[in-house]
């Protein structure tokens, strides 16, 4: 597995967070903000925008959590991208994550919503440890709730 590490995101990182999530596909995978609306969640209290670096220093993906005010033993990953899906870039990413978000945090669950037919990112999570909790919601049967419990982390 590749090796990155996290930075916080800033506003000159937005054009690159923009292009990464609009990369061919992700729009019904991954999903997509305009410009204003990370603007805005950039200066929220609410959201955290993480860039992910490789060993060189280059920017690889993005991940965003939300609500990270809502509840303090929990942490929702609202989105995460890379450039290059399939090169490992986007697992150590989360790994890298999940290791800030537990060391960092008092969270004791972390958890995130993936569509269904969105395999490759269904077999990265079950690898780092996440687990299904079921339908994202009624209002959501086309996507799976899963998580990961603080007692079942593993710091890389």
Same mark, same amino acid.
């Given at each position: +597995?590749? #090796?990155? *590490?996290?930075?916080?995101? #800033?506003?000159? =990182?937005?054009?690159? $967070?923009? /292009?990464?999530?609009?990369?061919?596909?992700? =729009?019904?995978?991954?999903? !997509?903000?305009?410009?204003?609306?990370?603007? &805005?969640?950039?200066?929220?209290?609410?959201? +955290? @925008?993480?860039?992910?670096?490789?060993? &060189?220093?280059?920017? !690889?993906?993005?991940? $965003?959590?939300? =609500?990270?005010?809502?509840?303090?033993?929990? !942490?929702?990953?609202?989105?995460?991208?890379?450039?290059d899906a399939g090169a490992g870039?986007?697992?150590?990413?989360?790994?890298?994550?999940?290791?800030?978000?537990?060391?960092? #945090? &008092?969270?004791?669950?972390?958890?995130l919503h993936v569509r269904n037919?969105?395999?490759?990112? !269904?077999?990265? @999570?079950?690898?780092?440890?996440?687990? %299904?909790?079921?339908? /994202?919601? %009624? =209002?959501?049967?086309?996507?799976? *709730? +899963?998580?990961?419990?603080?007692?079942?982390?593993?710091?890389?």
């Amino acid at each position: +597995m590749s #090796t990155v *590490t996290l930075r916080p995101a #800033t506003e000159a =990182d937005i054009p690159f $967070i923009m /292009e990464t999530e609009r990369r061919p596909g992700y =729009d019904a995978l991954v999903g !997509r903000f305009e410009e204003d609306v990370h603007r &805005a969640n950039l200066a929220s209290g609410d959201w +955290m @925008y993480f860039i992910g670096l490789d060993d &060189a220093g280059e920017r !690889r993906g993005f991940a $965003i959590l939300q =609500d990270v005010n809502a509840d303090p033993k929990s !942490r929702f990953l609202r989105r995460i991208a890379v450039m290059d899906a399939g090169a490992g870039h986007g697992r150590a990413l989360l790994a890298a994550l999940i290791d800030w978000v537990f060391a960092q #945090t &008092a969270a004791q669950r972390f958890y995130l919503h993936v569509r269904n037919e969105n395999h490759r990112a !269904r077999h990265v @999570y079950r690898s780092l440890g996440f687990v %299904d909790e079921g339908p /994202e919601s %009624d =209002d959501e049967p086309t996507s799976t *709730t +899963m998580g990961l419990l603080r007692s079942n982390w593993r710091p890389r």
